[in-house]
């Protein structure tokens, strides 16, 4: 079955650690993405890539880095620098670039800090 | 600044009886716009999206009227089943490219 898979679906943060979340998808997209979702805020868009080895900040990317070294991988990576990183990540795939093209989303990991 | 709004964090509803889901938007520039269903844990599915050229999109039991001069669209649902209780999520895009701005979010429950 095509899809997109998150790992782990729950994970721990240590004050001044820094952790990865995975996002593998074999559904042949192009363009990736990662979420963020705070209760009553909807999602907002942290980084996101629409070719191998390239990606832009979105509207809330402090804090995180990513990379896009193969098409079906988009690892997020939570720093110390993000002060506020207890949230639910969700990651998204999409095989175009047109507004008709839908969002396929993962299963989301919860990140809660210790 | 919220580019999306949805003002009811929740709506309670029978089944059978036709749930209404609000969603307003301030950026002029949007032109398409979706409906995406979440349920806890999970990630969000797509629902149902309408472009700007039309007022109205059908499919099945659900509808998403627009009203482009009031910049607001609205999602119905009938009759609603219970398994139809979950966050709804309404989202805007420009043509452009397709990223995404969310609304916060709407929780349904639908009682049997």
């Known amino acids: 079955d095509g899809g997109i898979t998150q790992s782990p679906k729950y994970l721990f943060r240590k004050e001044g650690q820094n952790v990865t979340l995975s996002c593998e998808q074999n559904?042949?997209?192009?363009?990736m993405y990662w979420y963020r979702q705070d209760p009553g805020q909807g999602l907002r868009l942290i980084y996101y890539s629409q070719i191998v080895n390239d990606f832009q900040k979105g509207d809330i990317a402090e804090g995180y880095s990513v990379s896009r070294e193969k098409k079906e991988s988009f690892p997020l990576t939570v720093t110390s620098a993000q002060k506020n990183p207890t949230a639910f990540y969700l990651c998204a795939s999409t095989g175009g670039t047109g507004p008709n093209e839908k969002l396929f989303f993962g299963s989301g990991t919860q990140l809660s800090v210790l | 600044d919220q580019q999306v709004k949805q003002n009811s964090p929740s709506l309670s509803v029978q089944e059978g009886r036709i749930s209404i889901l609000n969603c307003d938007y301030t950026n002029s520039m949007f032109d398409y716009f979706l409906w995406y269903k979440k349920y806890p844990a999970e990630g969000p599915t797509f629902l149902i999206s309408i472009s700007s050229i039309k007022d109205k999109n059908e499919d099945g039991r659900f509808t998403v009227f627009l009203n482009k001069s009031a910049k607001h669209l609205s999602l119905h649902i009938v009759p609603s089943q219970p398994g139809d209780s979950a966050v709804y999520f309404c989202?805007?895009?420009?043509?452009?490219?397709?990223?995404?701005?969310f609304g916060g979010g709407t929780r349904v429950l639908v009682k049997p």
């Open positions: 989202a805007a895009t420009k043509a452009a490219g397709n990223k995404l701005t």
């Open positions: 559904l042949n997209h192009d363009a």
